[in-house]
């Protein structure tokens, strides 16, 4: 199973573009790489997701190197709304069923 | 809101007893998972159901079980209950089954056991 490693924390100041870096040197040519994040404890959000390409939606930017062993994760604007643990996760499963193993993340704090 | 409904949001039981914890998933979803979370660790798969059948098993104790009806809710049966049980449970759902869905978590329901 493709495994990712994150660091445990990061500060950022606000208003600053954060960015939250994920090693998965592991990954296979056809997982695909996808971001949560969880506020406090509530339940994990979905933030973005990517293959190869970089991805760009209304909350993030995903950029993915060209070898696919590692991505980083873009809050262009960072708020204190986005302090949270930040999840990158390569997705385990085959078409039959999939499992979203979730390590430790990145504890991100985003400071005034 | 993530479309996700799971009930009730916070539970208080004693040893030994057993509980159910309940979970809507999105309109349109037919594959849900439950998830648990407690302090110590991080969040742990426990099993994935899809249109009434189980696809995928994760560390899911023998005391637990979990099945999806045909209207596509999914009940999570915890039972003989121990304090380690304590923590917060997530149902997830997504379209379909395997690779290429993305998967929306509920609010979680809060189980404290004393």
């Known amino acids: 199973d493709a495994k990712t490693t994150q660091p445990p924390s990061m500060d950022c100041a606000e208003g600053r573009a954060a960015n939250l870096p994920c090693n998965h040197s592991t990954i296979s040519g056809n997982e695909y790489v996808y971001w949560y994040r969880q506020i406090h404890s509530q339940g994990p959000q979905y933030i973005i997701h990517?293959?190869?390409n970089n991805e760009t939606n209304e909350m993030a930017s995903l950029i993915i190197t060209e070898d696919r062993k590692s991505s980083t994760l873009i809050l262009p604007h960072a708020t204190l709304r986005d302090t949270a643990v930040y999840y990158c996760i390569v997705r385990v499963g085959t078409l039959y069923g999939q499992n979203f193993v979730f390590g430790p993340g990145t504890r991100l704090s985003v400071l005034p | 809101d993530s479309g996700v409904t799971q009930t009730p949001k916070h539970l208080i039981t004693a040893t030994g007893q057993r509980v159910t914890l309940r979970c809507s998933p999105r309109s349109g979803d037919l594959s849900v998972y439950w998830y648990q979370q407690s302090l110590d660790q991080g969040l742990q798969f426990l099993i994935q159901y899809y249109n009434g059948e189980e696809r995928a098993k994760g560390n899911i104790l023998e005391r637990f079980s979990a099945q999806q009806f045909p209207d596509l809710h999914s009940e999570l049966n915890l039972s003989s209950l121990e304090l380690g049980d304590s923590a917060l449970y997530f149902c997830?759902?997504?379209?379909?089954?395997?690779?290429?869905?993305?998967?929306?978590f509920g609010e979680g329901s809060w189980l404290t056991v004393v």
């Open positions: 997830a759902s997504s379209v379909t089954a395997g690779s290429g869905n993305t998967i929306y």
């Open positions: 990517g293959l190869k």
